[in-house]
């Protein structure tokens, strides 16, 4: 059985928006990760759940590093990534959300995420990425309505 690794060292630089990079072992997110901060962000991530570890949020309904991140990349690819995509985006203090599908969607129905989702399509690059990262952050950086709006 193999665990899942997590690199949960933020730096604290509050200047530096916070990315959690969910990501498989086998597709580099160390890579992916220091790609990230090249673009100016702040960036831990996690290879998902195992046979050998579960994912905190799936089974327990929180998650210390989706509750300190601001935005999410879910590079999981997976009827499980699918899962773990859709508890973030309903997790109680929710961080943006970007949402890698496309060619490794093959062979399972396409999923549909919450309008406030952001897809990036594979093959990713470093640039679709960062446009991404930023337009999540600026997604969730609108106030949503206040009592009194007619809410």
């Known amino acids: 059985m193999e665990a899942r690794h997590q690199q949960r060292a933020w730096t604290d630089q509050p200047a530096r928006p916070r990315v ?4 498989h072992h086998h597709d580099s997110p ?5 790609a990230i901060r090249r673009q100016g962000f702040d960036v831990a991530y996690c290879t998902g759940p195992t046979a050998a570890e579960a994912c905190d949020l799936l089974a ?3 998650c210390a590093l989706v509750d300190e991140a601001d935005v999410v990349v879910n590079m999981l690819c997976s009827e499980t990534g699918d899962r773990v995509a ?3 985006d309903g997790a109680r203090r929710r961080p943006g959300v ?3 599908v496309g060619i490794a969607n093959l062979g399972r129905p396409p999923t549909e995420f919450a309008d406030g989702v952001e897809t990036i399509a594979t093959p990713v690059t470093t640039e679709r990425l960062t446009a991404a ?3 999540a952050l600026e997604r969730n950086a609108t106030a949503g309505p206040c009592w009194g709006e007619g809410v």
């Open 20 to 23: 959690l990079l969910e990501c």
């Open 30 to 34: 160390d890579l992916i990760a220091a």
């Open 60 to 62: 327990r309904g929180a």
């Open 86 to 88: 859709r508890a973030v």
């Open 98 to 100: 970007v949402v890698e």
């Open 133 to 135: 990262l930023n337009s």
